[in-house]
């Protein structure tokens, strides 16, 4: 039985803002509560500014369909709302920050939540931080390291995912979060995510990735492939195998621009 | 943030701490300045033979030296001295303990957004409320040893020998046309001595404001770091907003002492109508360390830049500053390295933020002087532009009679980057929030060197001066 959607993405057509190139051409995505939904494609077909436009990247302008989280519009909100209505991307590039630190960006996201007048309690952040940093093997002074400035690629993806297991999002759209990390790095970000979502099962994610690899440790529920801005096809993690075996020359002779 | 709602709730626009508060001087010079203006100014002060002449001496300094035609822009601001009270003298007695302060001036420091940091150091401060101290108690372990924390005037009355030996030999009237000013009319400020080989673990405060309209503000400091002492002063000052443009302008002479320590802390927020215009110099002796550590907020023009003559072997000079220019706003900021002897260092940071209209200059001198051998030298100044109008430029100066000495000089400009903002609101921060952790984190390498009470207060008014950045 299928459950409710949590994202409905529905003829999704969006453009550079400046330049007006259209790159996104009817995407249709459905994913339901709890599911791990995995994208793959070419390089250059549309996987990144599918995610910023489902996060509200200002850089892009949807130009048709619609984006729903829980039913509610996602296009008609700023992307601190998105962010506060569930959202949360992880970067496939993260942008530095300096002279702020991880732990004190996260406060000021967590503090960000609230109401005006209510303040967050200290102890109880230090407390989820240090928890989410255990959950994902991580030194607790990492979390006193600029935000994405002078880390490694690998460190950065790992503060991505140290971001979302703090935030707790209902969605996570995760951009090549695999690539750049090690070994047993992929494995702590794996296990992480999966501890994540044993912790809240009702948590979906949308997946980015071009290796099969990371799908051997978080289990997809369903697999896209989206070459030249649409979702050319979807099926069982055996598509990853597939595409794994034989590469996008089929899909790319097909569907081209 | 509770914080800025308390701010919010004084019902304040544009400049947050700009209320005026009744306080009726018991003193108050008529506007412009002569020599009559400064008879009475020394006569009112019961003041020595020998300043008197020293401050008619000035006034004739200043009378003949052109207005500076580099840095900001001046042109208006004869006009503002002919409209300025030279000197005022709120009560006649300087208070000893906090309960004696007048209400309406204990208000005015509450209402000044730090009340509660306020309250806690009260037992150290020298606090400055129009031209003298009104209110100055000084910790009873700093007695013991010895150290002199005073106002101005009680520094001359009280150790006359003392306060000669050094007054105006750090920066004589001749320095400049607003030195030669303020030692014409100076007026309130502090005398600190600390004895030899005294560490003094808590910082000396001061907090002052301006707070009568068209009142110049002429604060004099001296302090005289003893061999071997280590030392913090920290100065901190708001000002409320008045129609017509208000003046300041400073001087602070440090005398260093061989092998002594002493940092200087300022943070100024100047209402955006007034003129800054400092002179701060530190004379640093034989293996001496001075640091300045300068945030300038506010004001229409700020001219300042703290500086270092490093006068004995092996001396070092630091000086950090932030300087922040909002809409319509100059801030023409940096810092002076003079090397003098040999293997002296120094170094200076300067960040600054412009936003909207407002322009951020950096100015500075690095002079090694012929026999300085081994001085090094390196300054780094960072501009954050925040808004396409906003502007900054880069003036250093630097010039070098010495082969055996390395200067190096960098200078980055940068903007707030799109994709940061984007980073940033994707994790829940509005586009305000955004900006300022970014400016927040901008700053972080020098508001790192601040206590922590100071630290809070600049990350609010940085917080406070970005809501008005979007849209
Ligand atoms: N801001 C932009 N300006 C111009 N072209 C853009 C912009 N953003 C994306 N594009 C173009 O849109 C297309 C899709 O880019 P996108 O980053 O979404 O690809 P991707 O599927 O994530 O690729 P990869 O696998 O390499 O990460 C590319 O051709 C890219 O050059
Ligand atoms: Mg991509």
């Known amino acids: ?257 | 943030m509770p914080t800025n709602e308390v701010i919010h709730g004084l019902g304040l626009d544009d400049y947050k701490f700009g209320f005026v508060t009744d306080s009726e001087p018991v003193f108050r010079a008529r506007p412009g300045l002569d020599a009559d203006i400064v008879r009475q100014i020394a006569a009112r002060k019961d003041e020595p033979e020998w300043m008197l002449k020293r401050r008619l001496r000035a006034l004739a300094i200043y009378e003949s030296k052109p207005m500076p035609k580099w840095g900001g822009d001046l042109s208006e601001l004869e006009e503002t001295l002919a409209q300025t009270y030279f000197y005022s003298k709120p009560h006649e007695q300087m208070e000893r303990s906090w309960e004696d302060v007048p209400e309406n001036i204990k208000l005015t420091f509450e209402r000044l957004g730090i009340p509660e940091a306020e309250r806690k150091i009260l037992a150290g401060v020298g606090a400055q409320y129009d031209s003298e101290m009104v209110y100055h108690s000084l910790k009873e372990e700093w007695e013991a040893k010895g150290v002199i924390f005073d106002s101005i005037e009680d520094g001359l009355r009280n150790h006359p020998e003392l306060f000669r030996r050094h007054f105006g030999t750090v920066i004589p009237a001749a320095d400049n046309k607003f030195a030669a000013l303020n030692s014409a009319v100076w007026s309130g400020g502090s005398f600190v001595y600390i004895p030899p080989g005294v560490h003094l673990e808590t910082p000396l405060q001061a907090y002052f404001r301006v707070n009568q309209e068209r009142l110049g503000q002429f604060e004099r400091t001296l302090i005289i770091a003893d061999e071997g002492s280590r030392a913090h002063y920290i100065e901190g000052c708001t000002a409320p907003v008045y129609s017509t443009d208000s003046f300041h302008s400073g001087v602070i002479e440090i005398v260093v002492n061989p092998r002594a320590y002493f940092r200087y802390t300022t943070i100024q927020n100047w209402s955006n109508n007034m003129y800054n215009l400092v002179t701060q110099r530190a004379l640093v002796h034989e293996g001496a360390h001075m640091e300045w550590l300068d945030g300038n907020l506010g004001s229409k023009l700020t001219m300042k830049y703290p500086s270092c003559y490093l006068m004995g072997e092996g001396a070092h000079g630091e000086i950090l500053s932030i300087a922040y220019a909002g809409d319509g706003q100059h801030q023409d900021t940096g810092g002076k390295v003079i090397h003098v002897a040999p293997r002296t260092t120094s170094s200076i940071v300067s960040k600054s933020i412009s936003k909207g209209t407002g322009r951020a200059s950096y100015r500075g001198l690095c002079k090694v002087y012929d026999g300085a051998e081994r001085a090094r030298s390196n300054v780094e100044c960072d501009a954050l532009l925040i808004n396409e109008t906003s502007r900054t430029d880069t003036f250093p100066y630097i010039e070098i009679d010495e082969r055996s000495a390395t200067v190096g000089h960098e200078a980055t400009v940068s903007k707030v980057g799109d994709e940061q903002l984007f980073y940033l609101m994707s994790r829940g921060l509005d586009e305000a929030e955004a900006m300022a952790l970014i400016v927040r984190g901008f700053i972080e390498p020098i508001a790192k060197e601040l206590p922590l009470e100071y630290a809070v207060e600049l990350n609010r008014l940085i917080e406070l001066e970005m809501e008005g950045s979007v849209g």
């Open chain 1, 1 to 257: 039985m299928k459950k409710s959607p949590i994202l409905a993405v529905r003829g999704l057509r969006a453009s550079v803002a400046e330049a007006g190139v259209e790159i996104l051409k009817g995407v249709e995505l459905e994913i339901g509560a709890g599911e791990i939904h995995a994208i793959m494609g070419p390089n250059g077909s549309g996987k990144s500014t599918l995610a910023k436009v489902i996060a509200g990247h200002p850089g892009y302008e949807a130009d048709g369909g619609h984006v729903r989280l829980r039913g509610e519009n996602l296009l008609d909100l700023e992307p601190d709302e998105r962010a506060q209505a569930g959202v949360f991307m992880a970067f496939q590039y993260p942008v530095e920050i300096p002279g702020v630190s991880i732990a004190n960006f996260l406060r000021s996201a967590l503090q960000a939540r609230l109401e005006d007048g209510e303040e967050l309690d200290l102890f109880d952040f230090q407390d989820l931080l240090t928890g989410c940093m255990g959950l994902l093997g991580m030194d607790p002074s990492f979390a006193q390291r600029a935000v994405n400035d002078g880390l490694s690629g690998g460190e950065k993806k790992q503060s991505e995912i140290l971001q979302m297991a703090v935030l707790k999002p209902a969605l996570a759209v995760l951009d090549e979060t695999d690539s750049g990390l090690d070994i047993d790095a992929l494995k702590v970000v794996a296990a992480g995510v999966n501890a994540l979502r044993e912790e809240n099962p009702e948590m979906s994610v949308l997946l980015i990735t071009h290796y099969q690899r990371i799908l051997d440790h978080v289990q997809p529920d369903a697999v896209h492939v989206m070459v030249n801005g649409r979702i050319v096809e979807s099926g069982g993690p055996e598509v990853a195998l597939e595409l794994e075996a034989q590469g996008y020359e089929e899909y790319r002779r097909t569907h081209a621009a």
